[in-house]
């Protein structure tokens, strides 16, 4: 299937805007630059004036090995999902952490961190999967912001009215 990529920064709303139609859209707070693009994973990164790091995906449910088929969908997925990156994640020698996860909006949210090789991973995630598509966001390793922030901030991108 096709896509339409785009986004920019909203300088009235103070907001950076980014969809990958017909797949998903998210409005970051502030002002966010693009840097790369992982066609992979479908990731595309960005960075803010702090030099927090976040990714963010959006995509066809069925686009994963462990869901060739498109059978999982809604929460199954994301468990799913969650159980296939923390398999690879547990044979780097990474651990996980579930904060919470909810069935009825269907999105999980966790942690990754560690230590492989010599890099340090501590990585918060929001994984969703609504309508057929999935969206992940993902914080990058930053002590700028405390747990809890990171966690409010992963909720917010995804539950706009999340308080």
Known sequence: MSTIVGGEYDEK?????????????????GKWEKTAYNQVSR????K?????SVAIAFGPLN????NGDGSLKGFDFVEAY??????????LGIKSQVFESDKTKKYMIYRFYGKHNDDIVDNYFIVSANNGSY???T?????????SEKIQF??????????
């Not at 709303?13 to 998210?26: I, L, N, S």
């Not at 914080?139 to 747990?147: F, L, Q």
């Open 139 to 147: 914080i990058y390793e930053t002590d700028k912001w405390t747990e």
């Open 48 to 52: 803010n004036q702090n030099s927090i």
């Open 63 to 66: 686009k994963f090995e462990f």
């Open 135 to 137: 969206s992940s966001y």
């Open 13 to 29: 709303k103070d907001v950076t805007d980014y969809f990958v139609f017909p797949y998903g859209e998210v409005s970051l707070p």
């Open 82 to 91: 969650f159980k296939w990156e923390a398999e690879y994640s547990e044979s």
């Open 154 to 163: 992963l909720k917010n991108l995804l539950l706009p009215s999340a308080e």
């Open 43 to 46: 990731q595309q990164f960005f």
